[in-house]
C-alpha cells in the first residue's frame, strides 16, 4: 500500500457512517473494510484509476484479475450488495464480458471496470469460486 492518508481496519467505526468525502469498501467474504478520503488513492496500475480492483490492489487485498485489469477475461467478477448508485455505469466492453462470467447476477461487475465517482460507502462480494479457486492452487486464467 502507498502512503496515502487511509484508515487501518482496527481504526474504522463501523458502527458509524464514513465521514464527508470518505470512500468506505468492505470486501466480503472476509469482511475487509478499507476507508480513504475520495479521490486521494494513488492509482495501482491495473484496472480503471479508483476502480474496485485498484482499491483492492491498493490495500493488499486479494482480487484476481487475470488479464491485468483491461477487461479481458473475468475474473474479477463481484457482486455489488450496497453502493451500486455511486459506480460508474458499465460500458458494453464490460457488459459483453460479464455474458461469459460464470454466476452471473443482476449486480454483477467487473471489478477491474467498475469505478468509484464519488463518497459513500461500498459493499461487494468477491465469488467464493474466485478464492477456491486460488486456494487450490489452479492457475488464475479461466475461458
Ligand atoms: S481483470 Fe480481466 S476483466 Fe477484470
Not at 57 to 63: D, K, S, V
Not at 85 to 92: K, N, R, V, Y
Request: with cysteine.
Amino acid at each position: 500500500m502507498s502512503d496515502h492518508e487511509s484508515k487501518t481496519p482496527s481504526q474504522i467505526d463501523l458502527s458509524q457512517p464514513p465521514g464527508e468525502n470518505i470512500v468506505r469498501v468492505t470486501f466480503e467474504p472476509e469482511n475487509k473494510t478499507v476507508e480513504f478520503p475520495f479521490g486521494s488513492l494513488p492509482y495501482d496500475g491495473h484496472g480503471q484509476p479508483m476502480s474496485l480492483l485498484d482499491v483492492a490492489e491498493n490495500y493488499g487485498i486479494f482480487l484476481d484479475h487475470a488479464c491485468g485489469g483491461v477487461a479481458a477475461c473475468t475474473t474479477c467478477h463481484l457482486f455489488v450488495k450496497r453502493g451500486a448508485e455511486g459506480l460508474s455505469e458499465a460500458e458494453d466492453l464490460e457488459l459483453d464480458r460479464l455474458d461469459m462470467a460464470p454466476g452471473l447476477q443482476l449486480n454483477s461487475r467487473l471489478g477491474c471496470q467498475c469505478v468509484i465517482e464519488r463518497p459513500g460507502t461500498y459493499v461487494v462480494e468477491i465469488p467464493s469460486w474466485n478464492k477456491n479457486y486460488v486456494q487450490e492452487g489452479k492457475p488464475a486464467v479461466k475461458k
